[in-house]
């Protein structure tokens, strides 16, 4: 199985000053918060270092004293410190949770408005499952470090800065221990971090095969099963499950290291200022003017355990930051992505009712270089008059239908409405005035009525009215709750008959002026409801503009222009009588495609 993880794979730095300069952007409309939210980081710094304080002072003040009856006084000070912290630290959380959410709701709405401003181009190179890991796991991970990482560092390093002056101003001699072991506990963080920096990569790696694996089994599971690959499949999952446990495993391993280490290191310190601090309790050492006493030195041992603290968290954020920045980048990427079909700087307007004339002039178009689809094709079709488009598979007919859309732009030559280029035409304005059926058509989770009207400005009679029209009204009223009958994913619930009827009904209720667009739209229904659909299609077809690309037979036979494509080329055009009398291309279509399927309708 062979799948790109090139973007998994590239984990960039675990801060980027660019990328992050971009974050801050989206930090810009909520810098209010963000300030408060900081002010109240210093306040949960302060707070957290004064109950270690209040310690000492009970111990040397209180309680060695034997004044325990007046001790109720440090020890309000000391819930009051802690309720104070715990109200900070809410605050603080919330509002920066609060921001974090609003930035990653900004985030999504800009991803998804560019990518509906995206030409059909970029769908067709990108796949579905990496646009919806932007919406999702990246912008996730974004969020997590809005809210959560940078937050926590923040917090940690201001806590570590007042820690190191406070143990300074209490005793240097006892704060220079304290920090001997520092190095050795940063030097431990960065070791971890490598570990995990190389066992998140191997997970997200595992991780991506995974689901790229359950994708395409679970959509191929009947292959699967009529084939009998259940085993073998079975197989292939388990050795990638493995990677994924081995990958896990090795981060588990770090992390059962890592602080274990740091505990280590901790224990050993306090060793230090228990051999060290004690000497000076006892011999009436004073440091800096101040007498070394038993409560300083407990407060000595707490200040020590929490300076070691943030050291840890910064260690176990560092995966945070790093999946933030990539994350980032691969959003960035996304957005920095111009769409390729592009709205003419001073658009011309196509009045509301058009003729519906229609002219390729020497048009050229390719998707990939140096792989022609269209060439040189020049034909007109007259407002109101029915085309059909012929071919074998490959020709270009649908590329036609997706021009006509400027769904793609052509590389030479013009596509003419009215004797307007449809590039110098907003596309929205385009499309406000065509129709369009597809071979597979493509419904929404939601009721039958909000699949027909996708508009809200369609009225209910409207929609009941175009259903009848194109004789979708008989088996929607069959439906329980009708027109309010819930549609599953992709109309899954209905059948393909069906699916395309509603289709059709939602073309009629789009009401196009003109043009109506039919991509193939009854090669995939049984024969009952091709006769629905055939006369929809009479209906439909009446006054419209209509470029029909079918290859049964009923679609084709009484229209009014029949144009013959052969690698992109124009080789023959004109009725299906006129055609089928110079015993031409489209003769040998007809042989080759259509004359068995006239016998069967003639018997």
């Known amino acids: 199985m062979s799948v790109d993880f090139h973007e998994d794979e590239a984990l960039g730095k675990a801060y980027d000053s660019r990328l992050m300069s971009r974050l801050m952007h989206y930090l810009a409309p909520y810098k209010g918060k963000v300030a408060v939210a ?53 605050g603080q959380t919330y509002l920066m949770q609060w921001v974090g959410q609003k930035v990653m709701y900004d985030l999504r709405l800009e991803i998804f408005t560019h990518l509906q401003d995206q030409s059909l181009q970029y769908f067709d190179r990108t796949p579905v499952g990496k646009l919806m890991s932007r919406l999702t796991n990246d912008v996730d991970a974004l969020n997590e470090m809005l809210s959560q990482g940078f937050v926590t560092i923040l917090g940690d390093m201001s806590v570590l800065v007042f820690i190191v002056v406070l143990l300074f101003i209490l005793n240097w ?116 003017g101040q007498l070394v ?121 013009q596509i003419l409405i009215d004797e307007v280029d449809i590039r110098e035409v907003r596309q929205t304005d385009l499309r406000e005035h065509i129709g ?35 004789n979708a009204a008989h088996f929607i009223d069959r439906l329980p709750g009708g027109y309010d009958y819930e549609v599953k994913e992709r109309g899954a619930n209905l059948s393909v008959g069906q699916r395309q009827l509603l289709s059709f009904a939602r073309a009629l209720a789009h009401n196009p002026d003109v043009l109506l667009v039919l991509d193939e739209a009854t090669s995939s229904v049984d024969t009952e409801t091709e006769g629905l659909i055939q006369d929809a299609l009479d209906k439909l077809m009446h006054g419209r503009t209509s470029i029909i690309i079918a290859h049964r037979l009923s679609t084709i036979r009484n229209v009014d222009k029949i144009i013959v494509l052969h690698k992109g080329r124009l080789v023959e055009q004109g009725s299906h009588d006129e055609l089928l009398s110079h015993q031409g291309y489209y003769f040998r279509l007809y042989q080759l495609q259509y004359k068995e399927q006239e016998r069967a309708l003639a018997r």
């Open 436 to 470: 369009m059926v597809l071979q597979d058509p493509v419904l929404f989770s939601g009721t039958i009525a909000d699949n027909i009207r996708l508009q809200s400005d369609i009225s209910m009679a409207q929609v009941q009215q175009a259903a009848e029209f194109v």
């Open 173 to 288: 001699q006892l704060a220079l221990i304290t920090l001997l072991s520092m190095p050795l506990m940063v030097a431990i963080a960065f070791g971890f971090q490598k570990v995990m920096r190389t066992s998140y990569r191997a997970t997200r790696i595992s991780l991506g095969r995974i689901n790229a694996f359950l994708q395409e089994n679970i959509s191929g599971m009947t292959v699967e099963q009529l084939f009998n690959q259940e085993q073998r499949q079975f197989n292939k999952f388990n050795a990638l499950n493995k990677d994924y446990y081995r990958a896990n495993l090795q981060g588990g391993l770090a992390f059962a290291l890592f602080f274990p280490l740091v505990g280590l290191l901790t224990s050993g310190t306090t060793a230090l200022l228990v051999w060290f601090g004690s000497g000076q309790v006892l011999s009436g050492a004073i440091v800096g």
């Open 293 to 413: 006493t038993i409560g300083l030195l407990v407060s000595f041992f707490q200040y020590t355990d929490r300076a070691f603290q943030p050291i840890r968290d910064i260690a176990e954020k560092y995966n945070t930051l790093q999946a933030a920045m990539a994350a980032s980048e691969r959003i960035f990427m996304l957005l920095d992505t111009p769409p390729v079909v592009v709205d003419s700087p001073n658009p011309k307007e196509l009045p509301g009712h058009i003729v519906g004339d229609i002219e390729f002039r020497h048009v050229n178009f390719q998707y990939v270089p140096d792989e022609p689809v269209l060439r040189d094709l020049s034909f007109t079709v007259e407002g109101g008059s029915s085309v059909a488009i012929v071919g074998a598979t490959g020709a270009g007919k649908t590329s036609i239908i997706s021009l006509l859309n400027r769904f793609y732009d052509i590389q030479s030559g």
């Open 38 to 90: 900081f002010i109240l980081i210093l306040g949960v710094s302060v707070a957290d270092i004064v109950p270690p304080y209040l310690t000492k002072v009970a111990i040397d003040n209180y309680i060695i004293p034997g004044k325990l009856d007046a001790l109720w006084e440090v020890l309000a000070l000391y819930l009051i410190a802690l309720i104070a912290s715990f109200l900070l630290r809410y």
